[in-house]
C-alpha cells in the first residue's frame, strides 16, 4: 500500500492539467529542440563537467576520461541525433491506401503519449536517466524523472540541474528510492519507461497493467560471449577485458560469461588475465591503484558478489586470487572463475560486477543448450571467423542484441534497435526506436471523395463476388 506524498502528487497534478499536456503537445518541433538543447548547454558548460564528473567519481569512482566516453559524449550524440531527425520523425507518414478503399487517405500521426515517467538505474546513473529525458521532450511530453537513490550525488546533480533548465510543469525530479517510485507507480501516467533489473521491471509492468500504461522496459540479465578456436584469441580477450571491467563490470550489456572451445580455453585464461593488466595496470602499480577502474557502487552489491565467489568456490570452483578486495573501498579486482556448473549462483543470476565465468565446451551444440537454458539474454556475443558457426548461433538463440566479433558498441547506433527480448526487456530504444516508445502512432484515414455504399445494407451480390475475388489469397 502506497503512502501519501503531498510533494509527488502536487507535482504530478500540475504537470498533468489538461492544458498543459495540450500546450507540450502542440509546441512546435523548434521549441523541442530548443528544449533539449538545453540540455546540451548545460552538459557542455565546463563548470558542469566538472560536476557531472565529481558525482559519478564519488558514486563509482569513475575516471573523467570513463564519463566523458560513457555518460556525456552518448547524450550529445544523442542531441545530435534527435536534433537532426526529429522534424522528419514527427511528421504526418502518408502510406498507400488499398484499392478496395478508393476515395480515402492514410496517414501516420505522432502526437505525444502525454505525461511519461522515466526511471533510472544507478549504473550509469546521469546518461540512464537524462537519454530517454531528450526522446520524452521529443515527442512532446511532460516528464517526471526518478533517476537512481543508489546513485545519491548524480541523482541530486541531475534534480539540481532539470529545475535549474526546466520548469516543473515540463521536467521535474523526484528523487527517492522504492517509496517514492511505489508512490509514483500509483499516478495514472500514459507511458513508464524503465530501466533495471528485471525483478523490478515486474513491478512496474504490474503497477501499469492497473492503468493499462504502456511501458518500455530496458532490463538486464546474462549476456553469453562465445568464444570459437578460429578467433584470434588475443584481440577477443582483449575486448572481453575492456567490455567486462567498463564501469567495473556493472554494464547491462557486459559480458556476463563465456562459453570458450575447450582446445582454446588456456588460452583464453591466460590472455584474458595478460588484458586486464595491460588495459587497467600497464605500469604495475597494482590493480587497486588503476585510475581506469572503477568501484562496486555500495556494500549490499560488494556483499553480493563476494558470495557469489563463495559460493562458486564453496561448490568447487576455481576461483582467482581476489584478496584485493576491500569492503570499505567497495573494490573487487577482475577476477576469472573456472571450473563451474549450472548449480552455482554465478550461472543463475546476472553478474553485473567484475567477475568472470569460463566455461569450456567442445560441440556447438552444448552452447545452444546452455544459452536456451537460461532466459534470453540482453546480448549475445560471437568471437568467430567461421560464417556456418556464426549463422548456427544466431539462428538457434535469441537475444536483445547480438554482435559478432566486437562487444557493446551496438548500443551507441543511433539508428539500431536497443532493448531486450521478454526477461531482458520489452520494447526498443535508440534513435527513432525511442522517439516512438514516447510517441502514440495515430493510424489517421480521410475521405477524400466518393462513399463505399456496397458495405451498407441492402448488400449487391455482384459486387461481393468481386470482393471475394480480390481478397482470395
Ligand atoms: P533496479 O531494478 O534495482 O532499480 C532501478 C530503479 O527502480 C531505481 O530507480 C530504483 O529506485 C527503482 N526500484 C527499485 N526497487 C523498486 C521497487 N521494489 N519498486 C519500485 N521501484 C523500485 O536496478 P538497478 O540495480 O538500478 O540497475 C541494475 C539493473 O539494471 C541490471 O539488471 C542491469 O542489467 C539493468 N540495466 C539495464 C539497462 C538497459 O538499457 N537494458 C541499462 C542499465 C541497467
Known amino acids: 500500500m502506497a503512502v501519501s506524498n503531498p510533494s509527488i502528487d502536487n507535482v504530478f497534478n500540475d ?23 538545453k540540455i546540451a ?13 565529481s558525482a559519478l567519481s564519488k558514486d563509482l569512482g569513475k575516471s573523467e576520461q570513463e564519463v566523458t566516453l560513457s555518460e556525456i559524449y552518448p547524450l550529445l550524440l544523442t542531441i545530435k541525433t534527435v536534433t537532426k531527425n526529429l522534424k522528419r520523425w514527427s511528421q504526418d507518414e502518408y502510406l498507400p491506401t488499398p ?11 505522432y502526437e505525444p503519449k502525454g505525461h511519461v515517467l522515466i526511471i533510472g538505474p544507478w549504473n550509469y546513473p546521469f546518461m540512464l536517466a537524462i537519454n530517454p529525458l531528450i526522446y520524452a521532450i521529443a515527442a512532446g511530453n511532460a516528464v517526471i524523472v526518478k533517476p537512481s537513490e543508489i546513485a545519491a550525488n548524480t541523482s541530486s546533480l541531475v534534480k539540481e540541474m532539470i529545475s535549474e533548465i526546466f520548469p516543473t510543469n515540463e521536467v521535474t525530479v523526484i528523487e527517492g528510492g522504492v517509496e517514492e517510485t511505489t508512490h509514483l507507480l500509483t499516478k495514472k501516467f500514459n507511458h513508464i519507461y524503465f530501466t533495471g533489473s528485471p525483478n523490478v521491471g515486474k513491478v512496474i509492468m504490474e503497477a501499469s497493467a492497473k492503468h493499462l ?19 584470434n584469441i588475443k584481440k577477443t580477450a582483449t575486448k572481453i577485458a575492456w567490455a567486462k571491467t567498463l564501469n567495473c563490470g556493472q554494464t547491462c550489456i557486459a559480458p556476463d560469461y563465456i562459453l570458450v572451445k575447450k582446445e582454446v580455453e588456456k588460452q583464453f585464461t591466460e590472455q584474458y588475465k595478460k588484458a586486464i593488466n595491460q588495459l587497467l595496470d600497464p605500469n604495475n602499480k597494482g590493480i587497486n591503484n588503476s585510475e581506469f577502474f572503477g568501484n562496486i557502487i555500495n556494500t549490499k552489491n560488494y556483499d553480493r558478489l563476494i558470495e ?8 568447487g570452483a576455481h576461483v582467482s ?18 571450473k563451474v556448473n549450472n548449480n552455482m549462483s ?58 559478432v566479433n566486437e562487444l557493446m558498441m551496438n548500443v551507441a547506433h543511433p539508428d539500431l534497435p536497443f532493448g531486450g527480448v521478454n526477461n531482458s526487456g520489452i520494447g526498443k530504444s535508440n534513435g527513432r526506436y525511442s522517439f516512438i516508445n514516447f510517441s502514440n502512432e495515430r493510424g489517421l484515414m480521410k475521405r477524400k471523395w466518393g462513399t463505399h455504399k456496397f458495405i451498407y445494407p441492402p448488400f449487391n451480390k455482384t459486387i461481393y463476388k468481386l470482393l471475394k475475388i480480390i481478397a482470395r489469397v
Open 213 to 231: 500504461c504502456s511501458v518500455t522496459l530496458e532490463l538486464g540479465g546474462k549476456s553469453p560471449v562465445i568464444v570459437d578456436e578460429t578467433t
Open 99 to 109: 484499392l478496395t478503399m478508393i476515395g480515402l487517405t492514410s496517414s501516420i500521426k
Open 15 to 37: 504537470q498533468n492539467i489538461y492544458a498543459n499536456l495540450q500546450a507540450l503537445k502542440n509546441c512546435s518541433i523548434k521549441d523541442r529542440i530548443k528544449r533539449i538543447n
Open 321 to 338: 586470487d581476489y584478496s584485493l578486495a576491500n569492503r570499505d573501498n567497495k573494490f573487487i579486482p577482475p577476477v576469472v572463475v573456472t
Open 346 to 403: 554465478i550461472m543463475e543470476e546476472e553478474i553485473f560486477g567484475p567477475i568472470i565465468p569460463i566455461i569450456p565446451f567442445e560441440n556447438i551444440n552444448e552452447v545452444i543448450t546452455q544459452i536456451n537454458n537460461l532466459p534470453k539474454p540482453l546480448a549475445l556475443y560471437i568471437m568467430s571467423k567461421k560464417r556456418k558457426t556464426i549463422n548456427f548461433l544466431i539462428n538457434n538463440t535469441s537475444a536483445g542484441n547480438t554482435m
Open 308 to 315: 557469489l565467489l563463495e559460493d562458486a568456490n564453496a561448490k
Open 41 to 53: 548547454s548545460y552538459i557542455n558548460e565546463p563548470k558542469n563537467v566538472g560536476k557531472i564528473t
